[in-house]
């Protein structure tokens, strides 16, 4: 059974930076393309950032383009999020996400991935 665990997350200050982890474990993540989601309370789920399975394609909602890095060490089993330049609106709990469809190039529709983290609590304060 695939298992996906979120690290990573917390309270930053606006402009300030963080880096969200996601372990996959029961198969390895080369596997998989990965992907990240975000939703604020009272909102829907909204794309991130996505990854293909060896990190030779990304792809970025374009309100993270320049601010944020998706990453992948398929030897940790691990994908990351590098946050940078954050701001409040960027407040959400993160959600990383696989796709076994590695013949596509990273997709942005959540219906499109099979197996999902648990989330993880990002706040920026202003």
């Known amino acids: 059974q695939v298992q996906l665990v979120e690290s990573g997350g917390g309270l930053v200050q606006a402009g300030g930076s963080l880096r969200v982890s996601c372990v996959v474990s029961?198969?390895?993540?080369?596997?998989?393309?990965m992907g990240w989601f975000r939703q604020a309370p009272g909102t829907e789920q909204l794309f991130v950032a996505a990854i293909s399975w060896n990190g030779a394609s990304t792809a970025y909602a374009d309100s993270v383009k320049g601010r944020f890095t998706i990453s992948r060490d398929n030897a940790k089993n691990t994908v990351y999020l590098q946050m940078n330049s954050l701001n409040p609106e960027d407040t959400a709990i993160y959600y990383c996400?696989?796709?076994?469809?590695?013949?596509?190039?990273?997709?942005?529709?959540?219906?499109?991935?099979?197996?999902w983290g648990q989330g993880i609590q990002v706040t920026v304060s202003s």
């Open positions: 996400a696989a796709d076994r469809n590695t013949f596509a190039s990273p997709r942005p529709r959540s219906e499109e991935y099979e197996y």
């Open positions: 029961g198969r390895t993540v080369s596997n998989y393309n």
